[in-house]
Nanobody, 126 residues
Framework: VQLQAYGGGLVQAGDSLRLSCTAS????????MAWFRQAPGKERDYVAS????????YYADSVKGRFTISRDNDKNTAYLQMNNLKPEDTAGYYC????????????????????WGQGTLVTVSS
């Protein structure tokens, strides 16, 4: 599986942005997907994850109510809709994938994911 994340950019506080992650390779509908983010000098942190079917979603407390993860299995794409962005949301955002048969779910650690996209930068100015 190859993942490509895009959609980042420079926005102002309070703005919205939608990130996309397109997958190629094995059937997208068999992969659980997630978004992580990494600010300069910090560790990569969990943001949100979604089940293979899209029926279950999970969020970090810091983004709950502002961010929405979704997927379109027909388009092999996962999304992260980010609303009411804050300067502390500034980071590189990475999508990740893991097979739906893995028992450790929901998964919030980076070592629980097998495939990663290259990251897309989101900068939120105050």
């Amino acid at each position: 599986v190859q993942l490509q994340a895009y959609g980042g950019g420079l926005v102002q506080a309070g703005d919205s942005l939608r990130l996309s992650c397109t997958a190629s390779g094995r059937a997208f509908s068999t992969w659980r997907m997630a978004w992580f983010r990494q600010a300069p000098g910090k560790e990569r942190d969990y943001v949100a994850s979604i089940s293979a079917s899209g029926g279950l979603t999970y969020y970090a407390d810091s983004v709950k109510g502002r961010f929405t993860i979704s997927r379109d299995n027909d388009k092999n794409t996962a999304y992260l809709q980010m609303n009411n962005l804050k300067p502390e949301d500034t980071a590189g955002y990475y999508c990740a994938a893991v097979g739906a048969r893995r028992p450790d779910w929901p998964a919030r650690r980076t070592d629980q994911y097998d495939y990663w996209g290259q990251g897309t930068l989101v900068t939120v100015s105050s």
